[in-house]
């Protein structure tokens, strides 16, 4: 594991349409960092696994369900969601070049490579906050791992996409009955108000045991029908 006077290294940097993305590796982990600001690693991934669980544990015994799955990231979620037989299809959004790329043909296909070479699996470049106000598709579940949580986004565009508005554009490309699932890096009581009051029902939020600190969690909300 790494130690305090590890040096990370950075693996590949590049300019994207939301600024500057990096790849890095510390010990034996991978690190994304977007304009400073440290992501995500390959550290734990228990968090990313319980927003897909959670959300098909939330759904009814509908077959083959959709998932669609808001960030890529280092690929926890999207793998184990192709690794559970129940997904009927895995569409993934992600509005960073760099990241798809270092899945595809870089240092991040160790952990990803088997969920995209699954035929249920779909990557989609673009930005998932227009994602969800101009599709025309549905979804029976919608799990959401962009920003460090709705009280901390990675850019200020994504911030509407926990307001009012977002949350029902989210509901929108939601079956009826479909869950929202939202990974944060720490619990929001204001966040669950929001989803009851844009009419979401069944909100409850789901934390990760930690041994000292704020634990991860996952809101959890389902729309009515």
């Known amino acids: ?21 990096v790849l890095r590796r510390h010990g034996d982990l991978l690190q994304i960092v977007a304009n400073g600001c440290f992501l995500m690693d390959t550290s734990d991934g228990r968090s990313e696994r319980l927003l897909v669980d959670a959300a098909l544990g939330a759904l009814d015994d509908r077959a083959d369900p959709h998932v669609l799955i808001g960030g890529l990231g280092v690929g926890f979620s999207l793998a184990h969601a192709a690794a559970n037989p129940r997904w009927g299809r895995i569409t993934v959004v992600e509005r960073e070049p760099a990241i798809i790329d270092w899945h595809r043909r870089g240092p991040l296909s160790e952990l990803s490579a088997r969920a995209f070479a699954d035929p249920r699996t779909n990557i989609l470049e673009t930005d998932l906050v227009g994602f969800v106000n101009e599709t025309c598709a549905t979804f029976d579940a919608l799990c959401l791992d962009i920003d460090n949580g709705p009280d901390w986004t990675v850019t200020e565009g994504n911030g509407g996409l926990y307001a009012r508005a977002g949350l029902t554009s989210c509901a929108r490309v939601l079956k009826p009955g479909g869950v929202l699932a939202v990974w944060s890096a720490r ?22 045991p930690v041994a000292r600190g704020v634990p991860d969690v996952v809101h959890l909300a389902v729309r009515p029908g």
């Open 187 to 208: 619990p929001s009581a204001e966040f669950e108000g929001s989803l009851a009051n844009a009419g979401f029902q069944q909100v409850r939020t789901e934390e990760i």
């Open 1 to 21: 594991m790494p130690t305090s006077y590890d040096i990370p290294e950075v693996l590949d940097r590049r300019e994207g349409p939301y600024g500057e993305v």
